[in-house]
């Protein structure tokens, strides 16, 4: 699969509603930012920026023209209710690593978009040769966790008191990671939701 053949917006049906799924765009920066200040400042202990700021998201969009970050928005009307970004592998010793970050704004979850919102991800992801995916999240996190492996990622590494929240207090990371290679085997035989489906 190449990107050319991912065709935008996408819809995707989930229990309260249809949501429309696209690459962001410059002129979603407000909607971005007021989606990430709904969030408690806990739920985005992960992300490597602070996205509730105007001017970092306009650097994230700035990095949208280079291959190595893409970034796909659920959205509903002017509204965001998911976001999901995959960063290519950084370092030279794993280009066919990519990290994923997921968000789903609290009024959203449980309502399968997140597994949703995933599954395009996978999708863009086997467009940019990614063979591996990981994904990291603070372990109090439960149902983060829960909705990866629901969709097949596992364990890999617990960095303990890896985290520091704005209050002082340290958290442990749990680095989870699926293999694309296999989802790619497995869509082609039965298709994306049931290659999405745990081993």
């Not at 190449?2 to 509603?17: F, M, Q």
């Not at 949501?19 to 007021?34: E, I, L, T």
């Not at 928005?73 to 998911?82: E, I, N, P, Q, Y």
């Not at 990671?177 to 489906?197: I, N, R, T, W």
Request: contains cysteine.
């Amino acid at each position: 699969m190449n990107a050319s053949a991912l065709t935008y917006p996408v819809e995707v049906r989930c229990k309260d509603g249809v949501a429309s799924v696209r690459p962001m765009q410059a002129s979603d920066q407000a909607a971005v930012v007021a989606f990430a200040r709904g969030f408690p400042s806990h739920d985005l202990l992960f992300l490597r920026r602070d996205i509730t700021q105007h001017a970092v998201v306009a650097q994230w969009l700035d990095e949208q023209a280079t291959a190595a970050l893409s970034t796909l928005l659920a959205t509903r009307g002017d509204k965001v209710l998911g976001v999901a970004i995959i960063i290519h592998g950084e370092a030279l010793w794993s280009p066919h690593v990519g990290e994923l970050l997921v968000l789903i704004a609290p009024a959203s979850r449980g309502n399968g978009l997140g597994r949703q919102l995933m599954q395009q991800a996978f999708k863009l992801a086997l467009s940019m040769d990614i063979e591996k995916i990981v994904a990291q999240m603070t372990t109090d996190q439960r149902g983060a966790i829960e909705v990866f492996e629901n969709l097949g990622f596992r364990a890999e590494a617990l960095l303990r008191d890896h985290v520091k929240d704005r209050d002082g207090s340290k958290h442990d990371l749990v680095i989870l990671s699926h293999d694309v290679a296999k989802f790619d085997s497995q869509h082609a035989a039965y298709g994306v939701p049931e290659a999405l489906e745990p081993s």
